[in-house]
């Protein structure tokens, strides 16, 4: 099923676990790594689909993830004439893709590589959030680009969340990616303190420090 300009509609799929790290799937006898994706069938919605290939290409149900966000339009890339069929080509042109932001509500047990008879992975691993684009086959990665960073505001929020920010990457107003500095540690309620100490961290981790004697 492709729309009048030759791209076939297409679900992609960013996977986090609990750690904001992403499913990465290695495509069976090949040495590639990607996100999960797959075609919108006739009469499918995009969620039908994603549901669908989430199964058929990871083994997960819809009990076992919770949809965080998609994208908001179509995201499209190009395949290149050497990997299109001869019969498909002059027709197809490329993919065109809505991308889920799902996290596992599941666990890792819940996965299967080989839900179905026609499997798409035979390896998987968890990665973090800005993954190495480079591994990924040239003609996908600004298609992956664009929905990492589209998608990367919604992540929820960790103890780590300042390590899936890649260092040095710039936003598309020309500013560096970043997050606010953590706080420090506020005392807890009622918590008297010694004469002339002041909350702040410590490399003990008592919380709090004292003035140093003279």
Do not use: C
């Amino acid at each position: 099923m492709l729309d009048r300009d030759g791209f076939r509609p297409n679900v992609g799929i960013i996977l986090l676990n609990q750690k904001n790290q992403v499913f990465w799937g290695k495509r069976i006898r090949t040495h590639s790594w990607q996100f999960p994706q797959g075609g919108i069938d006739r009469g499918e919605s995009p969620e039908q689909a994603m549901f669908r290939e989430l199964h058929e290409e990871i083994g997960l149900k819809q009990e076992h993830v919770r949809i965080i966000a998609r994208t908001r339009d179509w995201l499209r890339y190009e395949v290149p004439e050497r990997y299109i069929r001869r019969d498909a080509r002059g027709h197809y042109k490329g993919q065109k893709q809505i991308w889920f932001l799902l996290q596992l509500t599941g666990q890792d047990w819940n996965l299967n590589l080989r839900a179905t008879n026609h499997p798409e992975f035979d390896a998987w691993r968890w990665n973090d959030y800005w993954v190495p684009l480079d591994v990924v086959v040239e003609f996908k990665r600004g298609v992956y680009e664009m929905a990492l960073r589209e998608l990367a505001r919604f992540l929820p929020r960790t103890d780590h969340r300042n390590r899936y920010l890649r260092g040095g990457m710039r936003t598309r107003d020309g500013e560096h990616a970043g997050q606010e500095p953590l706080q420090p540690p506020l005392p807890a309620p009622g918590l008297e303190l010694p004469p002339g100490a002041t909350f702040e961290p410590s490399p003990q981790g008592r919380g709090f420090s004292s003035p140093a004697k003279r």
